[in-house]
């Protein structure tokens, strides 16, 4: 599976954006199966979790930092996750990649180490 993440730019602090990851080399039937996530990296910071959903039921998991302004949905036969964020502040500024994952356990959304296809990443700047 391939993962092709977009969608990322420069805005100002409150403003949207829209972030899509497309996968490819995969059936949507093969993409349905997987969670999908999405993680950030700021520079000189650790990659951490931000928003998953799941394969099935298309529940969504959200971090803290993002809980309420951030949405991530799925479309299957698109092959496509997305992550919708508003109210965005500076903090928000990172490099956001996408992930799909075969989950095990009750935790696998916010485990990196559970997710086995990455894409390359998008810039989010958000100036204040």
């Known amino acids: 599976v391939q993962l092709q993440a977009s969608g990322g730019g420069l805005v100002q602090s409150g403003d949207s954006l829209t972030l899509s990851c497309a996968a490819s080399?995969?059936?949507?039937?093969?993409?349905?199966?997987?969670?999908m996530g999405w993680f950030r990296q700021a520079p000189g910071k650790e990659r951490e979790f931000v928003a998953a959903?799941?394969?099935?039921?298309?529940?969504?998991y959200y971090s803290d930092a993002v809980k309420g302004r951030f949405a991530i949905s799925r479309d299957n036969p698109k092959k496509t996750v997305y992550l919708q964020m508003n109210s965005l502040k500076p903090e928000d500024t990172a490099v956001y990649y996408c992930?799909?994952?075969?989950?095990?356990?009750?935790?696998?959304?916010?485990?990196?180490?559970?997710?086995?296809?990455w894409g390359q990443g998008t810039q989010v700047t958000v100036s204040s």
């Open positions: 959903v799941t394969w099935g039921d298309n529940n969504p």
């Open positions: 992930a799909a994952a075969n989950p095990r356990g009750s935790d696998w959304y916010r485990l990196i180490h559970e997710y086995v296809y």
């Open positions: 080399a995969a059936s949507a039937r093969t993409f349905s199966r997987y969670g």
